[in-house]
């Protein structure tokens, strides 16, 4: 079970953490079942893995290694 934590000082919520330093945030893995839209910039770090597809438009700036199989157009 999750242990939340709102910060009402800053109005933050944590999931999994007593210290939220974002709107939301959550130490832990997190599943989605359905779509999830990201509508600023998606910032990651370490690996990303995508199952099936994605579509990639207006790709500004891309560091570090890019690794595709399978492209079809």
Do not use: E, H, W
């Amino acid at each position: 079970m999750a242990n939340f934590y709102f910060d009402s000082s800053n109005n933050r919520l944590g999931i999994g953490t007593s210290n939220p330093t974002r709107t939301l945030d959550v130490n832990g893995i997190g599943y989605f079942s359905g779509n999830l839209g990201i509508g600023g910039s998606l910032v990651t770090t370490g690996n990303v893995g995508v199952g099936q597809s994605l579509s990639v438009t207006n790709l500004a700036v891309l560091n570090g290694g890019l690794t595709t199989t399978n492209i079809y157009s």
